[in-house]
């Protein structure tokens, strides 16, 4: 039989580690039991513990000499029999631990929870920490929760990053989308004030909350939009009402003139106080035709940005020649939809001036400014066309705020029709 000094070098490691890897385990056993505060185990497990660190020191003490007093197979067979042990007192934590409630059992319980909890004295020293809390911290802050204190006012003012509601009840969204609503509650232990942290996850919440609002701001815009159509309605009944009017004056006038050629040549047939009552009132009539207020030039679109919640404020005045009317009109209307849209403001700037003979107007809002440079589509698109159609130019800035720049010549290349 070889001796244990023959045995080559991997074996010696293998057997070296195995006996470290027993006393670690007798090390973390006797932990345990002081934790589920077993006082006769614990005296055991401490016997046992210093048999193996003295065989493992023996045994180093011997590999490192080159001399082994023993054989190597009486080596194995002890290193078997702790091995045996130290799994004997595993089994037997384990078993106890199903059966009996410790501090331990608790927390463990408390690691488990979906929700974080934090208790930490009225320094910000923590008292009790779950593993959930502790992951929302490091993912918020990028560090462990060492002082709560300091952890809770920074929520409160939302200084975190993904900070959506600052406040007495914080919520911060995470990069993964998951919110978590937090809440802090005073208690007393032990005669001292304690506080609880309680992270809840509302993600489900927060993001149907963001769904209904996107939700209600495009049923807002409709509802707007639908109004706006209400007005133009209204304007076409107006103008129907105003246009049998004028066919009823026309044939008022027409009627006139027959009784006037009826009475030239045949007086007798022909009332003649009727025939001059019929011409003071086609006359007057006649001479009393003016416009109406909402047939004035760009009324219609101040209207319709009144009923989008959207105020018109110009500075100058806007161009009355007829040629440019279209132009300005386009624009207006395709400025309110972009403000209520995109920059969701309420109110619509444009200022008009005059520079070398053309027409120079500015459009700007309130609104939020644009996250990206803005891109020329849909009606900018088209109102660009009609602008460059014109002989005119456009220009758009989108940092550090909307600005639509238009320069119009007084006299068009072409002729220009409504809309775009």
Known sequence: MKSF?????????FVQLWALMIVFLFVYELVRYIQINRSLLRMALCAEEVCGSVFYQQLLMRINEGKPSVQWISVVLLLAAFSVLAGAELVSIGVWRSKNLSPMSLKDSVDHLPTGI?????????????????????QITGEAL????AFWESLEKGGVEGSVRSGSEPIVCLKDNI???FARHENYLEGRRIYEIIASDISEE??????????????NYINSRLKALNSSVQYLIMDKEILGMKVHIHDSLGKTLLMTREYMTKPDTINKDELLSLWRTNIMLLKNEESEKWQQPYFINSYHAAKLGVRLIISGELPKQELLIPLIESALSVHVTNVLRHAEGNEAYISVSQEDGSFLLTFTNNGSPPDTKVKETGGLANLR??????????????????????????EPKESVGYGI
């Open 385 to 410: 066309k009609l602008i460059e159609k014109y002989g005119g130019e456009m220009d758009i800035e989108s940092e550090p705020q909307f600005k639509m720049i238009l320069k119009l010549p007084p």
């Open 5 to 13: 000094e023959l045995l080559s070098a991997n074996v010696r490691g």
């Open 179 to 181: 919110a978590y609503a």
């Open 146 to 149: 060492l002082d709560a204190a």
């Open 118 to 138: 934090c208790f930490y004295w009225e320094g910000g020293l923590p008292k009790l920490i779950n593993r959930r809390m502790d992951s929302i911290c490091r």
């Open 206 to 219: 927060y993001r149907l909350t963001l769904e209904l609002s996107k939700k209600q701001k495009q049923a």
